[in-house]
């Protein structure tokens, strides 16, 4: 996939937040060029803290700097943070629910080369599940920029989740983002896609397919997993009788399961689930990933169809 990459979103962000705000401090683990905090390094290096490879002590550290007034943003990959720095993150950032951002880069199976140890796919179930904290997942470059600077003006924990690779831009600066709010970016009446991250695209491309189909499809960009958009989630649910959730994470713990969660109790529709079906990842180009493990438009296309057989 030709594009720019999310994370260069978060940088620039992080640039922007550093220019505007005294209390901003970025903390790594010692993957700045990656996480592209190397230019926080080099730009305003009194702003920047390697921690070296301790994601608990990251958070630990944070934590701290948020007890003294400080907006700490933790920057590592979205793997070893979820995983290794969940205590932390629960016990000392969530519970007390201070002021510290986390930014989970490298996530989703689009990574590619660095293979199943660096691609996370539970994060996004890992943080949801705890009280307090915020999840966000963007679609796009500009959209994490956006969700980036947004998140600096609401207390409390957040968790930022963003890919390595270029990805299309499918926003623009105009387009409205609002945390917690999930956004209408096609119109449809046979079926509603809710997506996020990079499936949001897959999904606007299968959608232009079905189209010339005579299948009328809804996509909606649920880029806030938590707290989720209920009131919305149900409108349209209710509105084109049928579902499909598209994420790059898990079809368990994730969006899928946030989106089953509300429907249950409010519009119980058919719902197919276009994600990871319980594996783990493994090494490859991103677009052979995303085809090898079903998340292509071509597998949106086949999940709508499915979910259309099922509607009443």
């Known amino acids: 996939m030709e594009g720019v990459p999310m994370r260069d979103g978060y940088g620039q962000a992080l640039l922007e937040l550093c220019r505007l705000h005294e209390n901003v401090v970025v903390v790594d683990a010692d993957v700045a060029k990656s996480t592209r905090t190397e230019w926080i390094r080099e730009k305003y290096p009194q702003k920047y803290i390697n921690m070296g490879i301790s994601e608990q002590d990251l958070v630990g550290t944070a934590a701290g700097m948020s007890l003294a007034g400080m907006v700490p943003f933790v920057s590592t990959y979205g793997v070893f943070l979820a995983g290794r720095a969940w205590d932390q993150i629960r016990n000392t950032v969530c519970y007390n629910s201070l002021n510290v951002k986390l930014g989970g880069a490298h996530a989703g199976i689009s990574v590619g080369p660095d293979g199943g140890t660096h691609q996370a796919l539970e994060d996004v179930a890992l943080m949801r599940v705890i009280p307090n904290m915020m999840v966000v997942v963007p679609c ?19 968790y930022i989740r963003f890919g390595r690779s270029a990805v299309p831009v499918i926003t623009a600066d105009e387009t409205p983002f609002e945390l917690g709010k999930a956004a209408v970016f096609r119109d449809g009446a046979d079926a509603t896609i809710f997506a996020n991250g990079i499936m949001v695209y897959q999904s606007l491309k299968a959608a232009a397919v079905l189209e010339k189909e005579g299948i009328s499809v809804q996509v909606v960009n649920v880029h806030t997993v938590k ?9 349209c649910a209710a509105k084109t009788q049928a579902v499909v959730v598209c994420e790059e994470h898990q079809c368990i713990g994730g969006l899928g399961s ?22 783990f990842g493994e090494s490859g180009s991103p677009d052979a990933l995303l085809k090898a493990y079903g998340l292509s438009d071509l597998d949106v296309i086949a999940a709508v169809q499915r979910v259309l057989r099922r509607k009443k």
């Open 140 to 158: 796009d470059y500009k959209e994490t920029f956006k969700a980036t600077m947004a998140v600096y003006d609401r207390q409390g924990p957040s």
């Open 227 to 235: 707290p989720l958009d209920a009131e919305m989630i149900a409108a």
């Open 258 to 279: 946030a989106v089953c969660e509300v429907l249950a109790q409010c519009c119980c529709v058919p719902v197919e689930l276009v994600g990871i079906k319980d594996r």
